[in-house]
């Protein structure tokens, strides 16, 4: 939050449009809830496919002369619908390496995966809106840093849940925090699965 909080600034100054990428690559829980505590234009998450088009018509009609600027967020894993993509030629060298390389003016294969979310809805945006837009990439920054009060609380909790756990013989189950309490749920229903934000969040209707 404090670096959406600063990115906010500096469209403000700017007076662009900040494209903000945060984590996310399959849920949106990060993007949505910053996106609300800054107080963002728009929030782009995976959940919801979005046309940059509606986008773009949303900023356009929040934006004024008092009012020269916006800050969208985006999870890392936003999907955009009504993109085109150019295909390009495939050589046999990039064909085995991962999925993720890509060749850079070099002709070297480099791993690019963080800030193409940023950098597709910041270019798509440009086409469609007379502000500038500028791409900013904040996910893999952010997982440093020094642990807040809620932090603490949960490392603490979840310790002695740990204890509790082991002293009454439970087995196969994970600590976790069922606001309000600390609950013990089973392994099966912990892993293997993603928990992407409902359509019918609270969230959302904020």
């Given at each position: 939050?404090?670096?959406?909080?600063?990115?906010?600034?500096?469209?403000?100054?700017?007076?662009?449009?900040?494209?903000v990428e945060v984590q996310g690559e399959e849920a949106g829980w990060i993007a949505l809830q910053?996106?609300?505590?800054?107080?963002?234009?728009?929030?782009?998450?995976?959940?919801?496919?979005?046309?940059?088009?509606?986008?773009?018509?949303?900023?356009?009609?929040?934006?004024?002369?008092?009012?020269?600027?916006?800050?969208?967020?985006?999870?890392?894993?936003?999907?955009?619908?009504?993109?085109?993509?150019?295909?390009?030629?495939?050589s046999s060298l990039k064909a085995s390496l991962?999925?993720?390389?890509?060749?850079?003016?070099?002709?070297?294969?480099?791993?690019?995966?963080?800030?193409?979310?940023?950098?597709?809805?910041?270019?798509?945006?440009?086409?469609?809106?007379?502000?500038?837009?500028?791409?900013?990439?904040?996910?893999?920054?952010?997982?440093?840093?020094?642990?807040?009060?809620?932090?603490?609380?949960?490392?603490?909790?979840?310790?002695?849940?740990?204890?509790?756990?082991?002293?009454?013989?439970?087995?196969?189950?994970?600590?976790?925090?069922?606001?309000?309490?600390?609950?013990?749920?089973?392994?099966?229903?912990?892993?293997?699965?993603?928990?992407?934000?409902?359509?019918?969040?609270?969230?959302?209707?904020?």
């Amino acid at each position: 939050i404090d670096m959406l909080d600063r990115a906010r600034l500096a469209a403000k100054a700017a007076h662009k449009i900040a494209v903000v990428e945060v984590q996310g690559e399959e849920a949106g829980w990060i993007a949505l809830q910053a996106g609300i505590a800054v107080a963002a234009d728009a929030v782009l998450i995976p959940e919801i496919p979005v046309d940059l088009k509606n986008v773009a018509t949303h900023l356009k009609n929040k934006m004024s002369d008092k009012k020269s600027w916006g800050l969208v967020v985006v999870a890392q894993g936003a999907k955009i619908i009504n993109q085109t993509k150019n295909e390009e030629p495939v050589s046999s060298l990039k064909a085995s390496l991962s999925p993720l390389a890509s060749s850079d003016s070099n002709s070297e294969f480099v791993i690019h995966s963080s800030g193409q979310a940023a950098q597709a809805v910041a270019t798509g945006l440009q086409l469609q809106i007379a502000e500038e837009t500028f791409p900013m990439v904040i996910g893999p920054w952010v997982r440093g840093g020094a642990p807040s009060a809620v932090d603490r609380q949960l490392g603490v909790a979840y310790g002695a849940g740990a204890v509790q756990a082991l002293e009454a013989g439970s087995k196969g189950v994970m600590v976790a925090f069922v606001p309000p309490d600390v609950k013990f749920v089973p392994l099966a229903e912990a892993i293997n699965k993603v928990r992407t934000v409902p359509a019918e969040s609270m969230f959302f209707k904020v």
